[in-house]
DNA sequence: TGGCGGCGATAAGTTGCCCTTATGATAACC
DNA sequence: GGTTATCATAAGGGCAACTTATCGCCGCCA
């Protein structure tokens, strides 16, 4: 069987045009150098060179040795491959965030991640927590920023921080009384489109199985608070994005008696190789998102 | 330091995408490869794969993946270059001949050599002395045919024939006696041009040691034939060429009293890794040159 | 939820390869 | 013919890699 050993030993032989430099060369005696080569010559069934006063490459030597050198390029060059993955292994880290939490949480969040980790790549992709989970479990995600529980045994869940829910109204209804999950059923509620966690959140805590009127459909919580301030009904948006969000909108914003909360955390793959960086890296977020 | 052996094992546990099978396929235990894949990924400095129920190779996996294949096909291929190079050692066969002995020795040896070697593929040169022997030195040659001695130490010299030399003069001088070495030196000799052996050779037999007299140079035995048959002087041939050459000459032969003769034997460089073949092929040569 | 099966890692012992030093063989040179 | 240079061979030792046996872990299932 051909070895590597023996192609680097022949390349070095074909270099130096002699036994004793070659060995030297390769840091090894002559005699286990001469085995090496005369073991090759033995794989190959065919002389690669002749000895002699002055050693000569055969011409199948010649040939092979072009080969072999071409080979043992590719071989380093493997080692570089490894080198650059290494480093890009805590330099890159593509990180799936909800749409219900990344507007808000991502700028807290990234500068201090950037301050802590100087090298890292951030790749950040926003959808809805069934499309990360596939996308992690893929290994097309590095990480993600979930609603916790996930409840799936091939992920580590890293709890980041919990939030409580808080109910937005028109700005006109601000001296209302607020309501309780059960009046909330009444009311014209506005939620994000289906597959946002946060609108099973929401839809959970009005103890509503599926929309019983017509909901309407938003795709950001920007545009539920918009329609709140125009009157079109009422909604809930996490704490977090209240500063953001009704900073232009003419809404009144009241917490609930009994709060209802979620809590978001970050989850990775158990087996991931970056595992350990992720564990550091939650804890980065997790001193960020305060 | 990588291996081939890390690199197979690694392409077998890739495609198998099990470490028991993988194994199993490449005839070592499971954690004989579980070890060598361990090593791979320390020497790299990054993991090739995710560890888990169901085993994935990761982003770097996938990139080391494809050029460790490639590099483990270029190494079968070196096999293959062995095995080809294995089976032209046997058929190509660079052989050199000096001129004076090329046309007369060849059409005897060539069809009995592809009889006795017929997967032989017989390159011929045809040139002087010096160049023939530099050509063997640098390997351009495997063998040659030439006058002996040449006394280098690194060739091989295996006597095939001694010839005697005919003298050769116009058919009007045939009753005249034949001139001994002193007499010949006052006739108009025609010789080959400088650096044919058979030329020093001839010179030799007068005893003269460069052309006293202006000396009609010709480049083939033929031409000074054809010179001698028109009257131009006289010269000197070898045995062998006599029935060629004198064939459609006007020229009468006779034999010295004293004959000049002169060993063609076959060389080759005392490390060729063709030189037993070489042996056997001059066997066959002397065989047929009779 | 506790037992079970599959899978890979780990441990301990053995084999075998490869390297070392020492020596031999051969050719070139004086 | 002795000497030197060079590569091959021989013998012994160390280490890497393989083997069997076992552990640990996760997922599955009753």
């Known amino acids: 069987m051909i070895t590597l050993k ?140 979930v609603a916790l529980p996930v409840s799936e045994p091939s992920f580590i869940e890293a709890p980041l921080f919990t939030e409580s829910f808080v109910f ?32 099973d959140q929401a839809l959970s805590f009005c103890r509503m199985e599926r929309s019983p009127r017509e909901l309407l459909d938003g795709s950001s919580l920007s545009t539920l608070v918009q329609m709140v301030g125009a009157g079109l009904g009422v909604t809930l948006i996490p704490e977090m994005a209240v500063p953001v969000e009704t900073r232009s909108a003419r809404v009144d914003i009241a917490r609930f008696a009994v709060e209802p909360k979620r809590t978001i955390g970050m989850i990775w793959r158990r087996a991931s190789p970056l595992a350990r960086q992720l564990g550091e890296i939650s804890e980065a977020v997790r001193a960020a998102a305060q």
Chains 1, 2 share one sequence.
Not at 104 to 119: A, M, S
Not at 172 to 179: E, F, H, M, Q, T
């Open 6 to 145: 023996q192609l680097r030993y022949f390349d070095a032989l074909a270099r130096q045009g002699h036994f004793g430099r070659a060995a030297e060369v390769s840091a090894i005696s002559q005699p286990a150098l001469s085995m090496q080569i005369r073991e090759l010559e033995e794989a190959l069934g065919a002389p690669l060179l002749e000895r002699g006063r002055q050693m000569r490459l055969t011409a199948f030597g010649e040939e092979f040795l072009a080969k072999a050198q071409a080979i043992l390029r590719q071989v380093d060059e493997l080692s570089d491959l490894a080198r650059a993955a290494r480093e890009r292994l805590v330099g890159r880290l593509r990180l799936g965030v909800i749409p219900t939490v990344a507007p808000y949480l991502l700028p807290r969040i990234v500068g201090r991640l950037t301050e802590t980790h100087p090298d890292l790549d951030l790749h950040i992709r926003e959808t809805v927590t069934p499309k990360l989970l596939a996308e992690l479990e893929e290994g097309r995600l590095d990480t993600a920023i």
């Open 168 to 199: 937005v109204r028109p700005l006109a209804d601000a001296l209302l009384p607020v309501p309780g999950p059960e009046a909330l059923r009444e009311m014209r509620l506005l939620l994000l489109e289906e597959g946002h966690c946060f609108r």
